[in-house]
């Protein structure tokens, strides 16, 4: 129930309908728990304390809950290791693919091509092409240990390819065509695959990309193939002649094959998702097939309410950790709709539209993207019918004031969770819950099963802004790094506190909720002043003159150097659009907020998952070559980020 559209800052907007708890996830598990003699108490608050209180109850419970189906020996639920050793479920087997596919029927995936073409699989005829995508690899030796990789677009054949590798318990990876050659190598060579399975070509924004020149440069820097499988049929261009052995995936999957799942350990290796890769070469991420699928089944069945039957929606290229959310929405009973190409065109309506039609019930979309649908005329309420959707799920950057506002006087009486995770575990560390209540500009708890907590620099606990760190194991914290020894896997998450996960997030807990401050490593600190550019953000953003923003801080030689780089809507004068966020930062924070410099741009640089290129810029103010901040091949814009570098070289050249 909506209280107030247009409440103020931390004000109540959204309060659940207690009628409705029993049914939902959390509601069900409550009840499940409370069955099998566990006081966890009615409440979610007092729900998620006894499920870090006790971990082992926790995990082994939800795990029956979730219908997984272990076989192996019982025992432990986790050794007593500490992070990030810690061993789950040891002796048990399972296999990811299997809980996804058995025992569904009705439709499994919904296909949306940027032409508006649809096609529907039912569960049925997706376990007969697992089957037989399986057998096919299976023939050429593909087994534990042999990583199979994509270059694919959100299609049909990128899910069975996913679940076809898992099945054999082979190892998958995937990233979506726009990447370039260098991406894609600096990722895939690393794995040494055995198998690629690629499209030619892919649509996107109306036009049919031909990828030929690239993937030759890839394959030719990819030695270890011995197969390529073509996916042809969703772009006019042909494939190409190639030294590894090549068929079309018509020709894969033609022979009907027997389903047959490998059981493997719990920690068995399952996939490799890749960090943003903006630096160095980009950390392999590998997670285990049970790890994964608990994360994955909490967040959806629980932080997400998605029931067998719903449609889920997330609006997430292949590359990007939430379209294994999408593949994993099957190990609910749900349906899931693949948005290909640009999901935004021809307009940003495309995705209210697409939900409308397929009568979705859980829709997933990045922050950005609601920012931007606010500073449109965009109703969505009066312009699609939108009855079936019970949840608007928001993640990958903090979301604003102005955002949540929006969603309830735009959108509708729906569930707003506002979510923050990671790649680093599959999963989110805070998100929603369907019988708690929304306040403006926060995020409403802390996931089942995680420990998170703000500290300090000292490593205290705080009542105020701190780091986010994760003080007990999750299940599906990463197994390894690819081709690590344990070193960088180490650097990156427990080198701050000993024994303890930092995320690299600033965090907050309130009475109200969670507010997420942005990144710790990208912290400005003016004069002893550490400020979050998530504050900066949310008070530049929400003006209708700003398309979007970008701040960084640089140490200088004696001087510390904080310019706010901006992207105008159109049609405004850049000089009004000063004016209005001098005044705003004044307004919302303090004139110790204000930058050094606003430098208008023609865009703000992301990579191609859409996380703001900060870091990068700031390195590149620093005196860093561009081609040692960032892979190109990585980012959204190239010629973007190039200008960028133009400016710093230029800013560098004045200051010496």
């Given at each position: 129930?909506?209280?107030?559209?247009?409440a103020?800052?931390?004000?109540?907007?959204?309060?659940?309908?207690?009628?409705?708890?029993?049914?939902?996830?959390?509601?069900?598990?409550?009840?499940?728990?409370?069955?099998h003699?566990?006081?966890?108490?009615?409440?979610?608050e007092?729900?998620?304390?006894?499920?870090?209180?006790?971990?082992?109850q926790?995990?082994?419970?939800?795990?029956?809950?979730?219908?997984?189906?272990?076989?192996?020996?019982a025992?432990?639920?986790?050794?007593?290791?500490?992070?990030p050793?810690?061993?789950?479920?040891?002796?048990?087997?399972?296999?990811?693919?299997?809980?996804?596919?058995?025992?569904?029927?009705?439709t499994?995936?919904?296909?949306?091509?940027?032409?508006?073409?649809?096609?529907?699989?039912?569960?049925?005829?997706l376990?007969?092409?697992?089957?037989?995508?399986?057998?096919y690899?299976?023939?050429?030796g593909?087994?534990?240990?042999?990583?199979?990789?994509?270059?694919?677009?959100n299609?049909?054949?990128?899910v069975?390819?996913?679940l076809?590798?898992a099945?054999?318990?082979?190892i998958?990876?995937?990233?979506?065509p726009?990447?370039?050659?260098?991406?894609?190598v600096?990722?895939?060579?690393?794995l040494?695959?055995?198998?690629?399975?690629?499209?030619?070509?892919?649509?996107?924004?109306?036009?049919?990309?031909d990828?030929?020149?690239?993937?030759?440069?890839?394959?030719?820097?990819?030695?270890t193939?011995?197969?390529?499988?073509?996916?042809?049929?969703h772009?006019?261009?042909?494939?190409?002649?190639?030294?590894?052995s090549?068929?079309?995936?018509?020709?894969?999957?033609?022979?009907?094959?027997?389903?047959?799942?490998?059981?493997?350990?719990?920690?068995?290796?399952l996939?490799?998702?890749?960090?943003?890769?903006?630096?160095?070469?980009?950390?392999?991420?590998?997670?285990?097939?049970?790890?994964?699928?608990?994360?994955?089944?909490?967040?959806?069945?629980i932080?997400?309410?998605?029931?067998?039957?719903?449609?889920?929606?997330?609006?997430?290229s292949?590359?990007?950790?939430?379209?294994?959310?999408?593949?994993?929405?099957?190990?609910?009973?749900?349906?899931?709709v693949?948005?290909?190409?640009?999901?935004?065109?021809?307009?940003?309506?495309?995705?209210?539209?697409?939900?409308?039609?397929?009568?979705?019930?859980?829709l997933?979309?990045?922050?950005?993207?609601?920012?931007a649908c606010?500073k449109?005329?965009?109703?969505p309420?009066?312009?699609h019918?939108?009855?079936?959707?019970?949840?608007l799920q928001?993640?990958?950057?903090?979301l604003?004031?102005?955002g949540?506002?929006?969603?309830?006087?735009?959108?509708?009486?729906?569930?707003?969770?506002s979510?923050?995770?990671?790649?680093?575990?599959?999963?989110?560390?805070?998100?929603?819950?369907?019988?708690?209540?929304?306040?403006v500009?926060y995020?409403?708890?802390?996931?089942?099963?995680?420990?998170?907590e703000?500290?300090?620099?000292h490593?205290?606990?705080?009542?105020?802004?701190?780091?986010?760190?994760?003080?007990?194991?999750?299940?599906?914290?990463?197994?390894?790094?690819?081709?690590?020894d344990?070193?960088?896997?180490?650097?990156?998450?427990f080198?701050?506190?000993?024994?303890?996960?930092?995320?690299?997030?600033f965090?907050?807990?309130?009475?109200?909720?969670?507010l997420?401050?942005?990144r710790?490593?990208?912290?400005?600190?003016?004069?002893?002043?550490?400020?979050?550019?998530?504050?900066?953000?949310?008070a530049?953003?929400?003006?209708?003159?700003?398309?979007e923003?970008?701040?960084?801080?640089?140490?200088?030689?004696?001087?510390?150097?904080?310019?706010?780089?901006?992207?105008?809507?159109?049609?405004?004068?850049?000089?009004?659009?000063?004016?209005?966020?001098?005044q705003?930062?004044?307004?919302?924070?303090?004139?110790?907020?204000?930058?050094?410099?606003?430098?208008?741009?023609?865009?703000?640089?992301?990579?191609?998952?859409?996380?703001?290129?900060?870091?990068?810029?700031?390195?590149?103010?620093?005196?860093?070559?561009?081609?040692?901040?960032?892979?190109?091949g990585a980012?959204?814009?190239?010629?973007?980020?190039?200008?960028?570098?133009?400016?710093?070289?230029?800013?560098?050249?004045?200051?010496?």
């Amino acid at each position: 129930m909506i209280i107030d559209a247009a409440a103020a800052d931390g004000e109540l907007i959204w309060q659940p309908n207690s009628a409705d708890f029993a049914q939902t996830g959390v509601g069900r598990f409550t009840e499940f728990v409370a069955q099998h003699g566990h006081e966890a108490g009615a409440d979610y608050e007092s729900l998620w304390q006894w499920s870090v209180d006790e971990p082992e109850q926790f995990w082994e419970l939800f795990a029956k809950f979730a219908g997984v189906e272990f076989g192996g020996v019982a025992g432990e639920v986790m050794s007593q290791d500490p992070m990030p050793n810690t061993k789950w479920f040891p002796g048990r087997t399972l296999n990811f693919a299997r809980h996804l596919l058995h025992g569904h029927e009705g439709t499994a995936l919904i296909a949306i091509s940027e032409d508006g073409g649809r096609e529907e699989t039912s569960w049925e005829s997706l376990r007969e092409e697992v089957a037989a995508l399986a057998q096919y690899l299976r023939v050429r030796g593909v087994g534990h240990g042999d990583c199979v990789v994509a270059i694919l677009p959100n299609v049909a054949e990128a899910v069975v390819g996913l679940l076809a590798t898992a099945s054999l318990g082979a190892i998958w990876s995937v990233c979506a065509p726009e990447f370039g050659a260098g991406a894609v190598v600096s990722r895939f060579a690393q794995l040494e695959p055995k198998v690629v399975l690629a499209a030619p070509g892919y649509m996107l924004g109306g036009k049919d990309r031909d990828r030929r020149e690239e993937l030759n440069e890839i394959f030719a820097q990819l030695p270890t193939v011995e197969h390529i499988i073509w996916v042809g049929r969703h772009t006019s261009t042909p494939t190409i002649e190639t030294a590894a052995s090549a068929t079309t995936w018509e020709q894969a999957v033609a022979e009907p094959a027997e389903l047959r799942f490998a059981d493997v350990e719990f920690s068995h290796p399952l996939w490799v998702l890749f960090s943003s890769g903006t630096t160095g070469i980009p950390k392999g991420i590998v997670h285990g097939h049970g790890g994964a699928l608990l994360e994955e089944l909490k967040m959806l069945l629980i932080h997400s309410d998605l029931r067998p039957g719903d449609r889920y929606l997330n609006v997430a290229s292949t590359s990007w950790v939430l379209w294994n959310a999408v593949v994993s929405a099957l190990g609910v009973g749900a349906t899931a709709v693949l948005i290909d190409g640009n999901p935004t065109f021809p307009s940003l309506d495309r995705v209210w539209q697409i939900t409308a039609q397929e009568r979705v019930a859980v829709l997933g979309v990045g922050a950005g993207f609601v920012h931007a649908c606010a500073k449109t005329e965009l109703v969505p309420q009066d312009e699609h019918d939108l009855g079936s959707l019970k949840s608007l799920q928001v993640t990958g950057s903090p979301l604003s004031t102005d955002g949540f506002r929006w969603v309830y006087s735009h959108v509708g009486d729906i569930w707003l969770a506002s979510m923050s995770g990671g790649t680093d575990i599959a999963s989110i560390f805070v998100g929603g819950s369907p019988n708690l209540p929304v306040h403006v500009g926060y995020i409403q708890a802390p996931a089942l099963g995680v420990r998170v907590e703000a500290w300090d620099e000292h490593g205290d606990p705080t009542t105020g802004k701190g780091e986010l760190v994760i003080t007990k194991p999750m299940p599906s914290m990463p197994l390894k790094f690819w081709g690590d020894d344990g070193t960088r896997y180490h650097e990156s998450y427990f080198s701050t506190y000993p024994g303890v996960w930092r995320h690299g997030d600033f965090i907050e807990f309130t009475q109200r909720g969670i507010l997420i401050h942005g990144r710790s490593d990208s912290t400005l600190n003016r004069n002893g002043l550490r400020l979050g550019s998530a504050d900066i953000y949310a008070a530049v953003e929400s003006l209708p003159e700003v398309a979007e923003a970008l701040i960084v801080g640089v140490e200088l030689g004696t001087d510390y150097y904080m310019p706010l780089f901006v992207q105008v809507t159109s049609g405004t004068d850049p000089e009004v659009a000063k004016t209005a966020i001098i005044q705003s930062i004044r307004q919302n924070l303090s004139v110790r907020y204000l930058p050094d410099e606003i430098v208008f741009m023609r865009a703000i640089p992301h990579t191609r998952t859409g996380k703001k290129l900060e870091v990068p810029v700031k390195r590149m103010l620093q005196g860093a070559p561009l081609d040692q901040v960032a892979d190109l091949g990585a980012v959204d814009d190239p010629e973007l980020l190039e200008e960028y570098s133009k400016f710093a070289l230029e800013k560098l050249a004045v200051i010496s």
